[in-house]
């Protein structure tokens, strides 16, 4: 699957990995639907540096989840 286009499919792909890496319980934040596309780019970069880090402290997660919030409609 090539992540790099702007589309609902790839946006609702990677708020869903980014649920489990982040291991949110309150999956409402990761609704494709509050998202703005063009905002991708800003999401595909939190994914990408995630998915190169691999595991997360505590602190590093809240950092991410905070930034996502901010990235939302």
Do not use: C, H, W
Not at 9 to 32: C, F, M, S, V
């Amino acid at each position: 699957m090539n992540l790099e286009q702007p589309s609902l499919e790839n946006l609702k792909t990677i708020l869903t990995e980014l649920g489990q890496y982040l291991n949110i319980a309150n999956r409402g934040l990761l609704d494709p639907e509050d998202y703005n596309l063009e905002k991708y780019s800003d999401i595909k970069a939190m994914y990408d540096m995630i998915k190169q880090k691999g595991n997360l402290t505590a602190l590093e997660a809240q950092a991410f989840l905070d930034e996502l919030r901010k990235v939302r409609v």
